[in-house]
C-alpha cells in the first residue's frame, strides 16, 4: 500500500457496487423521462462518469465549477460560480450530482441558483456525506452513496490540494501528508 494511505475507508468494489444500486434507483424514478446530469467540478467527476454509466434513460450532461469562501462559506454559504452550465435547465428533470456533503451550504447555494431558472424538478445525488458536520439540517440528498464519519477523505475524484483524485477508493491520509486546518475534516473545495 502507499506509504500516505492511513487507512482505505471505502473500497473500489463497495464503490461500484452502490454507484449501480444509485444507477438503478436514479433510472427506476425518471422512468419515462429525459435527465439532466449537472456535476460540479471538480470533484465529482469521476462519480459521475461511473453514475451515469448506470442510468438507463436518455440523458444529458453538464457541469457546474464552483469555489466556496473557505471559513466565510462556513457562515455565509456563499459560493462563486467560475463556470456556469452550458445550457439553459428550464423545463428540465435535473440531477446534480456532487461528491460530498459536508456542511451542505454548497448545496443548499447552488440549489438555490438553480431552482430559479424553473427546471421541472432537481434532486441531489452526492456520494458521500458527513452527518457529524451538517449546518443545512434540512438539506435533501435524494441519492445518497455512503454516510462516513467527521474525517477528512481523499480519492475517487476527492482531493487533498488537488492530489489523490486517481485513486479508485476512498481513503484517510496520513496525518504528516496534510496541514492542521485540514485534518479539522474541511476541505478547501473542489
Ligand atoms: P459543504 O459546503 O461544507 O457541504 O462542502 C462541500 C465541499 O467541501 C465538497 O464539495 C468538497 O469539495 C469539500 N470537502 C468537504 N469534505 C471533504 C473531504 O473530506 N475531502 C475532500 N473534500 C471535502
Same mark, same amino acid.
Given at each position: ?7 482505505i475507508?471505502i473500497?473500489?468494489?463497495?464503490i461500484?457496487k452502490?454507484?449501480r444500486?444509485l444507477?438503478?434507483a436514479?433510472?427506476r424514478?425518471?422512468q419515462g423521462?429525459?435527465l439532466?446530469?449537472?456535476?460540479v467540478?471538480r ?10 454509466r448506470?442510468?438507463r434513460?436518455? @440523458?444529458?450532461? !453538464?457541469?457546474m465549477?464552483i ?7 462556513e457562515t455565509s *454559504?456563499?459560493?462563486?460560480?467560475l463556470?456556469d452550465l452550458d ?7 435535473v440531477l446534480i450530482v456532487?461528491d460530498?456533503v459536508?456542511?451542505?451550504?454548497t ?5 438555490e441558483v438553480?431552482?430559479?431558472r ?7 445525488c ?5 452527518p457529524?458536520?451538517?449546518v443545512?439540517?434540512? @438539506?435533501?440528498? !435524494?441519492?445518497l ?8 477523505v481523499v480519492?475517487? *475524484?476527492l ?19 496534510y496541514?492542521?486546518?485540514?485534518r479539522?475534516?474541511?476541505?478547501q473545495g473542489?
Amino acid at each position: 500500500m502507499e506509504e500516505f494511505i492511513e487507512r482505505i475507508l471505502i473500497t473500489e468494489e463497495d464503490i461500484q457496487k452502490r454507484v449501480r444500486e444509485l444507477g438503478s434507483a436514479i433510472t427506476r424514478d425518471y422512468q419515462g423521462t429525459e435527465l439532466r446530469v449537472v456535476g460540479v467540478l471538480r470533484g465529482a467527476f469521476i462519480f459521475m462518469a461511473d453514475l451515469v454509466r448506470n442510468i438507463r434513460v436518455p @440523458l444529458s450532461v !453538464d457541469f457546474m465549477s464552483i469555489s466556496s469562501y473557505g471559513d466565510e462559506c462556513e457562515t455565509s *454559504g456563499i459560493v462563486r460560480i467560475l463556470k456556469d452550465l452550458d445550457k439553459p435547465i428550464t423545463g428540465r428533470h435535473v440531477l446534480i450530482v456532487e461528491d460530498i456533503v459536508d456542511t451542505g451550504l454548497t448545496l443548499r447555494h447552488l440549489k438555490e441558483v438553480l431552482s430559479t431558472r424553473g427546471p421541472a424538478s432537481l434532486r441531489i445525488c452526492a456520494l458521500l456525506s458527513k452527518p457529524e458536520r451538517r449546518v443545512v439540517q434540512d @438539506l435533501r440528498i !435524494d441519492y445518497l452513496g455512503f454516510e462516513i464519519p467527521n474525517c477528512f477523505v481523499v480519492g475517487y *475524484g476527492l482531493d487533498y490540494a488537488e492530489r489523490y483524485r486517481n485513486y479508485p477508493f476512498i481513503f484517510v491520509l496520513r496525518p504528516e501528508y496534510y496541514s492542521d486546518a485540514q485534518r479539522e475534516g474541511k476541505g478547501q473545495g473542489g
